[in-house]
């Protein structure tokens, strides 16, 4: 089976500054790993995917994550955050099982302050 | 191409009562699985269709029901609504079954058991 925590519930932060929301899992196979984020009152939309290859994967609205195998991590991170970044982020993972299901992490809310 | 659509997107049950939840995926999209997202327990898998057959199920009880019909589209049934069924249900659907588990969700239905 696998896991994976959320380190922060909530994550404050005042607009343009830098952001890192951290996500680790825990799995006996390889995973793929993926980061949704979800608007009030709406559905979870893809932020970004890493299946294989670089690392480094860069999603859209300007975020990128980084897998790092060894730590068990998938990170996600933003450079400069704007208001409408204001959402809960959702970090998951889909083992090599033959099953599409995803395993979701508690969810990071991310509120961004002017 | 349009998204995923979920109907309806607001439902307002009594306890004892069933209820009925319709999807369509993204055209295409052969694959289709639901999640019930709970403030208490977060995001949970309840259950993956394709080729109109159930591939895996959550732990969910039997109450908890679905099945996927020749067009993909999906539909999941909840009998005997307890309180604790209040919850956001999502269906996301994903081009194959299996592979990467990459999945793309609708906006949910909030369903309110009184």
């Known amino acids: 089976a696998q896991s994976v925590t959320q380190l922060d519930s909530q994550v404050p932060v005042f607009e343009e500054a830098p952001v890192e929301l951290r996500c680790n899992y825990s799995s006996s196979v390889s995973v793929y790993l993926f980061w949704y984020v979800q608007y009030p009152n709406q559905g979870l939309q893809l932020l970004l995917k890493y299946l294989s290859g670089s690392t480094l994967v860069k999603g859209i609205n300007g975020f990128e994550a980084e897998f790092n195998k060894s730590q068990t991590s998938f990170h996600l991170r933003k450079p400069s955050v704007h208001i409408s970044d204001t959402a809960e982020y959702f970090c998951?993972?889909?083992?090599?099982?033959?099953?599409?299901?995803?395993?979701f992490g508690k969810g990071t809310m991310l509120l961004v302050s002017p | 191409k349009a998204g995923v659509t979920q109907t309806p997107r607001y439902l307002i049950k009594t306890r004892g009562q069933q209820v009925t939840l319709s999807c369509s995926p993204i055209?295409?999209?052969?694959?289709v699985s639901w999640y019930q997202q709970t403030p208490g327990q977060g995001l949970q898998f309840l259950f993956e269709y394709f080729s109109e057959t159930q591939r895996n199920k959550g732990n969910f009880p039997g109450r908890f029901s679905g099945r996927q019909f020749s067009n993909s589209r999906s539909e999941m049934n909840v009998s005997t609504l307890e309180l604790g069924d209040s919850a956001l249900y999502l269906c996301?659907?994903?081009?194959?079954?299996?592979?990467?588990?990459?999945?793309?969700f609708g906006p949910g239905t909030r369903l309110t058991v009184t």
């Open positions: 055209s295409g999209h052969r694959s």
């Open positions: 996301a659907s994903s081009l194959v079954y299996g592979g990467t588990g990459e999945q793309y």
């Open positions: 998951a993972v889909n083992a090599f099982s033959g099953y599409s299901t995803l395993t």
